[in-house]
């Protein structure tokens, strides 16, 4: 390294992408700095996956205690009662240790801290209050935050950012967007007892899964009770003695407790002074860069949720690892996008890796589709009306399984293991060499025999 730069490499922002960088390079011999104005753990930890499937958690058990009638156990009436602030405290006692979690194991690694809010001032050069730090390489690890769109009345609707601070649960909510963040809310909200209504502006949500996993779930979502709106948009927001009144494009109009926009999240560029610098965008305001996550000025790196690969932690972590090794491990490294596996936490889950249908169909032609749907086995004796799906798409000419998707309890932990199958290039033939597990729902995935329309 150059003699004037104080750190071989300064990151700015220590969410998962940017702590995994810093840990890494440090690991590698680097001198790493990490500025961070917020919370470490970034989103993931502090407003994102982790509290998120807390609440998940918190929300699934009065099905838990309904479900236990069927098997004999007796629940006074009245005996059971819910109290939003001691999930809401307990939650945030979970997070503060993460917190500390992720401070110790950057300390460890022999990481600098700063707190405070960055500013790039050349190539080589970050600000943080008086402080100006050399460094050789400048990495973006910043994030996204949630965006809402221009509506009046949008200062009156909440993002997921406040859904994890709530002073108390409205009666009726109105969860508007159709992704990720908008059907795992509904879910928790809907079982926390909170009168739900999702509003897609489309006419079936959950744009870009499978088409049979995003019918199965609006099944299941109104079978649970959730209002679903397709079709509409939110034209404004007002407050009224309820609350809000929401305006729809249609003129109709609703009356609400909480309005939480899950609308999209964009990247978190502001003041970091990176125009002024010339680093190039893509279209969508994300950052450009190269395969070796260089920005169009080479000494400034980027990884995670700003550079506009798909917003998942695991991503943005394996990003940080590639780029470490990279950097500091002479390594050469590419980021491999083909095939991420991911869960939606919905009620029931769902768990997707590969191809949907229709995207297999588009890039080989003629499929063999295998498809189930049943009543899970915890099920029969509480009589719960909920089923599970799944399904797995599979390229004929080759054999090879290039979609598995499932809608259903621990969807997210069984497609983990498909994924595995799914990266190696498993046929089905081999899926149909393995021996299931009794009895289990996982085991579905090995015993399809019969492709559907055959
Ligand atoms: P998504 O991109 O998943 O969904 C955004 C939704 O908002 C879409 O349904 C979109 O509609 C709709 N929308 C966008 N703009 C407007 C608008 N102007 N008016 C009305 N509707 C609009 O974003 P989320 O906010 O749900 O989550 C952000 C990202 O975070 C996810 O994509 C995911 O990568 C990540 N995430 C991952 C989780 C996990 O791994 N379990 C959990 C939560 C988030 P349309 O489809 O028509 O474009």
């Not at 022999?110 to 730090?133: N, Q």
């Amino acid at each position: 390294m150059s003699e004037n730069h104080e750190y071989d490499l300064v990151v700015i922002g220590a969410g998962s992408g940017g702590v995994r960088l810093a840990r890494m390079s440090a690991g590698y011999g680097a001198r790493v700095a990490v500025i961070e104005s917020r919370y470490l753990g970034g989103t993931c930890v502090n407003v994102g996956c982790v509290p998120k499937k807390l609440f998940v958690y918190g929300s699934h058990l009065p099905e838990e205690i309904e479900d236990a009638a069927g098997y004999g156990w007796e629940v006074q009436e009245g005996a059971v009662s819910f109290d939003w602030s001691t999930l809401v405290r307990n939650k945030n006692t979970e997070i503060s240790r993460l917190n500390g979690i992720y401070e110790k194991l950057l300390q460890g690694a022999g990481v600098d801290i700063i707190e405070g809010t960055a500013t790039i001032d050349d190539p080589h050069t970050v600000s943080v209050g008086d402080r100006r730090l050399r460094a050789r390489h400048i990495a973006v690890a910043t994030g996204s935050w949630p965006c809402v769109p221009e509506i009046p009345g949008a200062q009156f609707v909440k993002t997921s950012n406040e859904m994890f601070f709530l002073d108390r649960l409205p009666k009726h909510a109105i969860v508007w967007g159709g992704g990720y963040i908008a059907v795992e809310f509904a879910g928790i909200l809907n079982g926390l007892g909170v009168k739900t209504t999702l509003v897609y502006r489309g006419e079936l949500f959950l744009r870009g899964f499978d088409q049979d996993v995003r019918t199965f779930v609006a099944e299941e979502l109104g079978k649970k009770g959730i209002e679903l709106c397709f079709g509409r948009n939110i034209n404004s927001v007002a407050e009224s003695d309820e609350g809000f009144r929401v305006t729809l494009d249609n003129g109709d109009t609703l009356d609400t407790g909480l309005v939480l926009a899950a609308t999209g999240r964009k990247p978190l560029l502001d003041g970091l002074g990176l125009d002024s610098l010339g680093v190039e965008l893509n279209e969508d305001g994300s950052l450009k860069v190269d395969e070796q996550f260089r920005t169009s000025v080479p000494s400034i790196v980027a990884l995670g949720d700003v550079i506009g690969t798909p917003q998942l932690t695991p991503v943005a972590i394996r990003q940080g690892m590639v780029l470490s090794r990279n950097l500091f491990d002479g390594g050469q490294d590419r980021m491999d996008y083909e095939a991420i596996p991911t869960a939606v936490f919905c009620q029931p889950n769902i768990g997707t890796v590969g191809l949907t249908e229709d995207e297999a169909r588009e890039r080989y032609g003629v499929l063999r589709i295998y498809r189930t749907s049943f009543r899970p086995m915890k099920y029969t004796l509480s009589g719960r009306d909920e089923r599970t799906l799944m399904k797995l798409v599979v390229d004929d000419a080759s054999d090879r399984v290039v979609g598995a998707h499932m809608v259903g309890p621990d969807a997210g932990e069984i497609i983990q293991g498909i994924a595995v199958a799914i990266k190696a290039g498993a046929t089905k033939a081999v899926f149909d060499s393995t021996i299931g597990i009794h009895p289990t729902s996982a085991e579905e995935f090995v015993t399809m025999r019969q492709p559907v329309d055959a």
